[in-house]
């Protein structure tokens, strides 16, 4: 069993940056791929990007590439979303998800869901 918890959301202008986290509890941890994925208002939930159990992979949605980067720490069990070059459109709740494979951009197969944490990109 895991249990995850993202924060560092908030409010951001254009341009900016902000750095997100996912604090798992369990010693599992570092077995588990783990995914980030967001949800705008009315949208369904998408694939931002993926980091394999040791660091050593990541993978990322092609409109991220270049501006976020994901990273964990498995001796604080815990993996970070960093987002430069924030865009209005990367305005939604972001969600750290862990499972078993890697890469996986499907949200139906991972198995634990933390419960998100809000970005708001706006002038």
């Known amino acids: 069993q895991v249990q995850l918890v993202e924060s560092g959301g908030g409010l951001v202008q254009p341009g900016g940056s902000l750095r997100l986290s996912c604090a798992a509890s369990?010693?599992?941890?570092?077995?588990?791929?783990m995914g980030w994925f967001r949800q705008a208002s009315g949208k369904e939930r998408e694939f931002v990007g993926t980091i394999n159990w040791s660091g050593s992979g990541t993978y990322y949605a092609d409109f991220v590439k270049g501006r976020f980067t994901i990273s964990r720490d498995n001796a604080k069990n815990t993996v970070y979303l960093q987002m430069n070059s924030l865009k209005e459109e990367d305005t939604a709740v972001y969600y750290c998800?862990?499972?078993?494979?890697?890469?996986?951009?499907?949200?139906?197969?991972?198995?634990?869901w933390g419960q998100g944490t809000q970005v708001t990109v706006s002038s």
């Open positions: 998800a862990a499972g078993k494979w890697y890469p996986n951009l499907r949200l139906d197969e991972y198995d634990y």
């Open positions: 369990g010693r599992t941890f570092s077995t588990y791929n």
